[in-house]
Nanobody
Framework: QVQLVESGGGLVQAGDSLRLSCAASGRAFSSYDMGWFRQAPGKERLFVAAINYRGSNTYYGDSVEGRFTISRDNAKNTVYLQMNSLKSEDTAVYYC???????????????????WGQGTQVTVSS
């Protein structure tokens, strides 16, 4: 069992940066692949970024590639999402998630992830 708590969301202007954090409690954080998804009002929850359990490989959605960076600190049981050059279309609730390691092809798949945080709101004004 893993409990996830996101923080760092807020209201920013287009072009600004923001860093989200996700603190994990429970057992064996370092054994889980970690991801971020986001959900805008009236839309489905979509993949943003993921990092494997060792922190050696990262994966990004097309819309954030080159602007967002995912990282993790296994000693602190925390995963981060650094978001730069924010756009109004990045406005959404951002969810942290944890899943059991598996094939690379599953890293962007929502069903891979078993544990979810409550989400943190990010609003980007244009």
């Amino acid at each position: 069992q893993v409990q996830l708590v996101e923080s760092g969301g807020g209201l920013v202007q287009a072009g600004d940066s923001l860093r989200l954090s996700c603190a994990a409690s429970g057992r064996a954080f370092s054994s889980y692949d970690m991801g971020w998804f986001r959900q805008a009002p009236g839309k489905e929850r979509l993949f943003v970024a993921a990092i494997n359990y060792r922190g050696s490989n990262t994966y990004y959605g097309d819309s954030v590639e080159g602007r967002f960076t995912i990282s993790r600190d296994n000693a602190k049981n925390t995963v981060y999402l650094q978001m730069n050059s924010l756009k109004s279309e990045d406005t959404a609730v951002y969810y942290c998630t944890a899943g059991i390691p598996g094939p690379i092809s599953t890293m962007r798949v929502r069903e891979k992830y078993k544990y979810w945080g409550q989400g943190t709101q990010v609003t980007v004004s244009s």
